[in-house]
Each structure stands twice: as structure tokens, then as C-alpha cells.
């Protein structure tokens, strides 16, 4: 088995490349080749540098020519493409992110189709879209059938790529499933300065004994899973035949719906009083406003049911960062 | 007002034209200039010839460069985007369809951004999308928020560019609304080879003392509009301000939701006998397998409450044709 990543530079990135190497294998078949892509060179483990399979890493901009038809070189028998520019810098620069976002996408999909015109060349594609795709008002729980409105450029684009893959997926180019992911929190690392950044940074910093910001209500519900469960989607979703997907290949994943408050609970319970009070109730309207817009709850069937599982309290999506990131 | 219609040579393009040449005015404002642009170059009227309209017709390709900037460099006022591949060329021809479909929609949104970055222009832009951009299985009625699964590359084509209008209508640089046609009928002219061909065919052959060919069951329902309708549609959106539609500018349009055996009635009620007689049922697998995967009915709410009006028999489609074809 031979998998590209693209985006292997990023958090979900250099996670799922750790989980690839540390297994040896995916849906049953042993892992031979890994090709880590990203715009900068994805760094390896020591383990990786002893691991049995031949890993190589590539510095690419995929929106350069002859890039995409590189990558695929080798056919590799599953693809990642995790790759994007995220959504402040997408709606900031237009031109920018539909290069990356939308222009990279075709680009991969076009080298892939003229493999698969040649010699039947049909990888397994798994592409990281976004609950971006998403743009009030919604209903109370967002089923599999509701309509994309994205109010971003960022979840544009993403919507964008998922009819592409949907429209290769069906003409049988690729065996292709899109995977809109919850919000990923407990983000690891410092905090950043996304809009969605506090649901991690109220979590994380406390636990780390900092404090951190809370700048809307405690009623604001959102929907999540942790880094562990976005892997373990990335995992499963490797081994989903298309038969069972059908022609719908995008689909809502499942989280935990939750609200602030209940985020704040959780850490009491979990990790004590005094962590909650290095939390600093900072009131941000403009957080507030671009936070309104976004989705709160889905009704994730058709994952359930391919097998897909998130998290089902705030305790232990807690836990999970403190096993995963304070052990070591 | 200045006025930009692409695509101006197809049948709908010159019935527009044709319509705002007779009206001389659209949305209470007079009509001063109208630039025409197909692949081919549009034919005019006599009655053009002597409009006080400035009337200009180009033979262009929306996919070389610099050509989508040179229609847009009068900065019309009001563009119709009615240009695209059918269904068929763009199911046979991946890179074409793609090419002229989405390539070409996105070359004239950015020479409108280049433009409205640099001065403001902000022109209204009504593009024709379609019901392809649903794909079976359906609820008994698709309702505004129904997702878009389309099954054919034109279908997909068409779901991209409206999300690329959403989101250039979100940022201010266009006035969209995309129009989700429904299956135009009765078609003037000659019988044509596309799958949906037989709805008109069987009402416009014999009215014209011809045979026709049915080729699926009297049960088989679909969504219509004559093309008079149509007509009336694209000069309603015209009238349609940002603040009425919102950020979903992309709309469902009202139409009539007809079996077969309901349009054969209504061509005896209306024609005759001796005309039904002329209809000719040969089943054909294929053509029924396509009609199987197509949209049935519609809860236009959104469209009607906005003012877009139907047919709403087809004793009334019928008639039309009647009146606007069979009068010369």
C-alpha cells in the first residue's frame, strides 16, 4: 500500500503520518511507500527515520505545474489531500485561496484522470472538507440532505471541491469520500488567532495552568471532536468501499454537540476549580457575530452508520489531550 | 442601462433578446445598449436593425484569454449568463464541459472583480442554472433546502457556479441570483437528441401533423416551464433587489409538475384526437434508466413569494407555443 498525504505538515497532518508509521498498515495492508507533501517540508519522527517503509517528503506548491502530476507518479493506492489554506487567510485573499483551495483540488484530480485514462489508475481518495460548508440559518440538527451555503470563501471552495470529487467519484476516476470535520478541539499547540480559536485555547491554556480568553456567551453551542477521533476518521474512511457510500460521498461526520458552558464543566470535573478560574470572560462582538453564523448540531446518519464514532462528552475529548499531549 | 447577454445565440438567448428589444426597457429603465455574445455570432431582427437600441453582436469563446474582460470592459449594467455545453457534450467531453461550464462563468466573474476592485462596478448578474443540479433519490417535493447531489458533470458544472456566485454575491461583487430553470417546454424547432427531447417532442411533432416517439411510461413525472416562461423569469430576476433575496441567490424556480399521460391529455383537449395519435410508444431502456435519476416536483416557496410566477397547466404550455410558434 502506497499513500500520498498532502498537507502532511499540518496538526491533522503530521498526526495521521504518526498513527501511519506507528501501525504499519491501514484497512489490513501493510504500508510500504508514505509521500509527505506540504508547502513546507513535513518534518519526521526518529521513529520514522527506523520505520520499514520507504517515507519521503516533498516542499510542493501544488498550484505549479507538473506538481500535482508528480505527486501521483508513483500511484499510490490512497491519497490524503488534507491540504488548504484556512478560512481567515481564504477570505482575505481571494485569489489566494481559490488558487489553493479550489485550483489545487482540480489540479490533483486532473493528474489522477489522465493515470486513470491511460491504464485505469483508480485510487482511493479521501479529502478533508469542512463544516464551513455550512451557512445559517439552520435548522435545530443539520441532517445529510440539508443544502450547502457557505458564508465563506474558505467553505465555498470546500464545497466546490466536494462536487468535484463527487463528479470523479462518479464517472469512477477515484474512489473518492469526502469527510466534513467537526470543529478539532483540544487543538494542540499555542493558542492562534482563528475565530473558532477559543473553544481549544479555554480548555488548553487552563490545563497548562495560562489563562485564557472567553469572548462570547456561555450558551454558544458548536460541534466537535478531538485529534485522536479526527485520525481515527481519516483511518475508517480508507476502508469505506464505494458501494456502501454510494454516489453521496460527502458526508457529515459525527461530534459532540456542546455548549461553552458544558466545556467549562468538563474542565471542572476533569481537571478542578482553579483551572476554570484562569478562564477571563472577555465579551468580542465581532467573535460573536462571525460565531452566529455557524453551525451548532447534526443529525450524522450516514456516518453512524458507515461506522464512523466521535467523542460523547466534553471529559473525555479532555482526556484525550491530556493522554495524548501532557504525557510525555 | 446597458445589457450583456452571453449566450445570446441559443434559443432561450434570443427569445431574451428578442423580449428586450420589443420592451425596449427592463426594470423601469430604458435600454440603451445591448451587447450580444455567443461561440457563434448572434443573428438580429429586422426589428433590431431599426431599434433605438445600440445593438452590438460578437462570435467570442469565454475560455481564451482576455475575452471575458473585453464583454465586461462597457461595464454593462445587467448580465445574463445563459452560456454553457449541454448536458450530453459536457458528460462526453470531461475537459469541455469543465472548460466552457466552469472555467468560462469564473473568467467573467473575476473581470467583474477586477473592475469592482478598482472602481466599485457591481453589476447585476443573473445566471441560468438548472434542476441537474439535483440527483436522485428525492423527497416527494424538493423544497429550497434540499442538497445538490447532481449525477452529470453539467449538472455539477452548474452547482460550482453557483456557489462561485454566492460567494461573489456575499462579497459585494456581483448582484446574483441563479436561476434554477426547469425543463423548458415546448421547445421550438427540430426534434433534438437530448434524453429530455420527448417531452417536447410529442407535443410539438404533432401539433405539426408529425410522429413522435415516446419513449418512456405515461407515468413518468417532471418539472416544466414554457419558454415564454422562461422568458418572463430572467426579466423578473432583473427586478430582484439583494436585500429581497439574501445571501441564497440561488433559487428554485416555480414550474409545473406534469406526468406524461397529463401532457397527452392536455394535447388532445387542446389539438385533438387525430393529434395523440401521432404519438408513437417505442420504450427505450436507456432514455428511462436517465428520466429515472431526474427530478419530479418542487416546493418553489422561496421563488413564488419573491414574485416568479408558472404555468400551471399544460393546456396553458400548450397554448403558448400555439400562440408564439404556430402565429408566423
Known amino acids: 500500500m502506497k499513500i500520498l498525504i498532502i498537507g502532511a505538515a499540518g496538526m491533522v497532518g503530521s498526526k495521521l503520518t504518526a498513527h501511519l508509521i506507528a501501525a504499519g498498515k491501514i484497512d489490513d495492508q501493510s504500508i510500504t511507500q508514505l509521500l509527505l507533501a506540504d508547502i513546507v517540508e513535513p518534518s519526521i519522527s526518529d521513529a520514522a527515520q527506523t520505520s520499514a517503509i520507504e517515507i519521503q517528503t516533498r516542499a510542493v506548491d501544488m498550484t505549479q505545474a507538473g506538481i500535482a502530476e508528480a505527486l501521483v507518479a508513483d500511484e499510490p493506492d490512497l491519497i490524503y489531500h488534507l491540504a488548504a489554506i484556512v478560512s481567515g487567510e481564504a477570505e482575505a485573499d ?15 484530480l486532473d493528474a489522477i484522470r489522465a493515470r486513470h485514462d491511460n491504464n485505469g489508475y483508480t485510487p482511493k481518495f479521501v479529502f478533508t472538507s469542512s463544516i464551513a460548508v455550512y451557512g445559517a ?3 435545530e440538527s443539520i441532517d445529510d440532505e440539508f443544502h450547502l451555503t457557505p458564508m465563506t470563501s474558505y467553505g465555498t471552495q470546500k464545497a466546490i471541491c466536494e462536487l468535484l470529487l463527487a463528479d470523479c467519484n462518479r464517472r469512477g476516476i477515484v474512489q473518492g469520500i469526502g469527510l466534513r470535520l467537526p470543529t478539532i478541539c483540544i487543538r494542540p499547540g499555542k493558542p492562534n488567532l482563528a475565530a473558532s480559536g477559543f473553544f481549544s485555547n479555554i480548555l488548553r491554556e487552563p490545563i497548562n495552568g495560562k489563562t485564557a480568553v472567553l469572548p462570547v456567551e456561555d450558551t454558544v453551542r458548536h460541534w466537535f471532536a478531538s485529534p485522536r477521533t479526527a485520525i481515527r476518521f481519516l483511518v475508517k474512511a480508507a476502508s469505506i468501499n464505494a458501494e456502501e457510500l454510494g454516489p453521496r460521498c460527502n458526508i457529515n461526520l459525527p461530534g459532540l454537540c456542546a455548549t461553552v458552558a458544558q466545556q467549562i464543566e468538563a474542565l471542572e470535573r476533569v481537571v478542578g476549580a482553579d483551572a476554570v478560574k484562569l478562564i477571563k470572560r472577555e465579551p468580542d462582538e465581532t467573535i460573536r457575530a462571525i460565531v452566529a453564523n455557524w453551525p ?33
Open 94 to 108: 481571494f485569489d489566494k485561496g481559490y488558487r489553493i483551495n479550489l485550483d489545487g483540488t482540480r489540479y490533483l
Open 137 to 139: 440559518p439552520f435548522p
Open 296 to 328: 451548532e448540531n447534526f443529525d450524522a446518519q450516514r456516518a453512524i452508520s458507515l461506522g464512523f464514532e466521535a467523542e460523547s462528552s466534553f471529559d473525555e475529548i479532555i482526556q484525550v489531550y491530556l493522554e495524548d499531549e501532557m504525557s510525555s
